[in-house]
């Protein structure tokens, strides 16, 4: 796995932020280059739920236009699960929409040990069938109107999606939103997963 470097002090900062906002999920971006993060930014969550989902503020979301260095980009966003594994949710990928950030997950399932993971997550944009994968396919509703199904690496890829299977790389997620159950809103996720190097 390729590795991403963030400082022990941004590390513990997302902990700290974390633990702060618990119960409900946190966000921030981390600004750097090169997957190397070099200066954390919190943002607010301003999902409406903000227990199972986040959503970074546009304000902070802008401040990547206004970095302190012109070579520096919008490297990281970083989000808490609470009560979860370090693990991107179907939630998560639907809302993965900016592929070229790395996002860093803070799990506080087991408090006293925190855990940081790192993810890329790629959105395809195909032409599925949704009414015909729902068939075959085993969906779960992951939030009211938002459903998913997920492809895990060491499964076989089910024949419904073999037309995908070369464009996207396991694991991935199928979700799609359903408005009144007539117009469908639909994309794959790949996760690729970076390894967290801690730097002094």
């Known amino acids: 796995m390729t590795s991403v470097h963030i400082s022990q002090a941004i590390y513990d900062e997302i902990i700290v932020h974390a633990r702060e906002g618990k119960p409900e999920e946190i966000c921030g971006i981390l600004s750097g280059n090169n997957l190397q993060a070099k200066k954390l930014i919190r943002g607010r969550n301003i999902a409406q739920e903000r227990i199972e989902n986040y959503e970074v503020d546009p304000q902070t979301l802008l401040m990547q236009f206004n970095f302190d260095d012109p070579a520096d980009e919008m490297m990281g966003i970083y ?55 729902r068939q075959t396919l085993s969906f779960y509703e992951t939030r009211p109107g938002l459903f998913a199904y997920y492809q895990a690496n060491d499964k076989p890829v089910p024949d419904a999606l073999a037309a995908i299977a070369g464009e996207v790389t396991k694991p991935f997620y199928v979700v799609y939103y359903s408005a009144d159950n007539q117009e469908f809103d639909s994309r794959a996720v790949s996760l690729e997963e970076f390894v967290v190097e801690v730097t002094p």
Request: net charge negative.
């Open 79 to 133: 989000h808490s699960h609470p009560v979860s594994v370090a693990y991107p949710s179907a939630t998560d990928a639907w809302n993965a929409n900016y592929p070229d950030s790395i996002y860093f997950i803070c799990s506080l399932e087991y408090d006293d040990a925190p855990v940081i993971r790192a993810f890329q997550m790629t959105p395809y944009f195909l032409d599925l069938d949704i009414r015909a994968l």
